[in-house]
């Protein structure tokens, strides 16, 4: 057991960080939502609304804030399955450190990539 | 206030505290809110990252985006499944999350109530909105189409 005083084994390590990041890109990613769909929508009003529209999804600045978008996207998606993990496998919050680290690899993995090609388009590779 | 649960603990979240009210007199409906975010979010994670594969990687990825790519995306009944399930299931994941949030925070009653009033709406609008526009989709709506159905 530790001898540290209690509360100390979650507040201000990964298990906390993890919930506020979980927090934070979740409610980032709803309101991006909320304001995708409503572009979307512009498929029913005419070609040249839409287009305009999502024209600017292919400016250099919005470029950027889409690798922000992806990277709280495949923070939010593997730290819930880090999450499911905790709680449905009996091992979960024994090795809750080990996946927070899995949880890393795979972000670096599929972001690179991302990165790479995104910003490849956005800046006319 | 109530007594609080142990977070993430599966036998005893329906303990969690629920607009207040007291043990005795509570629902399962936390317990299968919870259980629907678990749920919920393994089938996002496919949805999403399948969309943002095949949307940004694939292809011209953003520059690739138009009318037309819509177009050709919806006339394939499998993607307009994939985009409805992933609408549904993302705004009822999120709007469960940011209810979690209002719970969490707003700590007056009117608060919460006010709160929850303008999510739900909002949510309300949003997957109306969005399923009426995969299902009433037009490709023909551009004079310039390319698709067979628009010859």
Redesign the interface.
Known sequence: MPSKPAGTL?RGREGMWSWVAH?IT??G??FF??VH??D??L??V??HA??EV?GT??NPIV?LL?VGL?AA?LFH??N??R??L???WAKGPRYQRQLMIGVGVIWVVLFV??VI??LT??F?G | MSEIAAPRSSSRSRSVKGGGRNHSGQTNFELYSWLFMRLSGLALVILVLGHLFVNLMLGGGITALDFGFVAGKWANPLWQVWDLLMLWLAMLHGGNGLRTIINDYAEKDQTRFWLKALLITAALVIVVLGTLVIFTFDPCLDPNSTLSVCK
């Open positions: 979650y927090r979740g409610v990613i709803f939502l909320l769909v409503l979307t929508a498929v029913r005419s070609p839409y287009n999502i999804y292919k470029g889409e992806v996207i998606a593997f819930g399955i999450l499911i905790i709680d449905f990539p991302f090609r995104h388009h956005v006319g």
